[in-house]
């Protein structure tokens, strides 16, 4: 499978560019419940180059002020990700999430986060309270969602837009048997009325490392 990572250069100007180009954050559609919908794909954001001041600038330029006053949710893509070229590190992170507004932060509802991989939930469920924290933290809201299928439980899905990489990647998932297969998933099921796992590691996905 050929790679759709864009290439990325160092000026913080084309960096904000490219993050419209390449639609690393595009606000489309809505979710079950009404609420709109922001889409993150993870496989392009370019963490080895990424300038934290000019995402911060793009985000409060470009997202937050559509966003409104209105509940939203997001919808971040992990398919694909590599952590040595997608992660930005804890405290670029922490950085960029210090940085939201106030109502931003609580009018977010729910993260689906899909095609978790084994190292990404255990990176999360290790930092995701340093990282994203309070009792409303974001670490609290992530939702995660193995299938596509799943993901249209919760999202309409004529509504936002998928890159096709995703859904070959899904097509691959069928002569790949899993250990453990859950449709969605929380790290805290409680909260979404979900049965507790009895083991720990019951609650990972291992069709992945991303």
């Not at 990572?5 to 954050?25: A, D, G, V, W």
Request: a negative charge.
């Amino acid at each position: 499978m050929t790679s759709n990572t864009p290439s990325f250069t160092h000026s913080q100007s084309e960096e904000e560019n490219l993050f419209k180009k390449h639609e690393i954050f595009k606000i489309e559609g809505r979710d079950k419940r009404g609420y709109t919908v922001l889409r993150v794909i993870g496989k392009y954001f370019p963490a080895r180059l990424l300038s934290v001041d000019a995402l911060k600038k793009y985000l409060e330029d470009e997202i937050f002020p559509s966003l409104g006053e209105s509940p939203f949710s997001v919808v971040y893509v992990n398919t694909g990700v590599n952590r040595s070229d997608n992660f930005p590190g804890i405290s670029a992170l922490r950085s960029i999430y210090e940085a939201i507004p106030i109502k931003i932060k609580e009018n977010l509802d729910s993260i689906y986060f899909l095609h978790p991989g084994f190292q990404s939930r255990l990176f999360l469920a290790t930092f995701g309270r340093l990282v994203f924290p309070g009792p409303g933290g974001w670490y609290w809201k992530v939702r995660y969602v193995n299938r596509l299928e799943f993901l249209w439980e919760n999202v309409r899905r004529k509504e936002i837009e998928i890159p096709e990489y995703v859904y070959e990647e899904e097509e691959e998932m069928e002569y790949r048997p899993p250990i453990l297969d859950y449709g969605m998933e929380s790290d805290h099921p409680r909260l979404y009325g979900a049965p507790i796992l009895d083991c720990t590691i019951s609650t990972y996905s291992m069709r992945g490392i991303a």
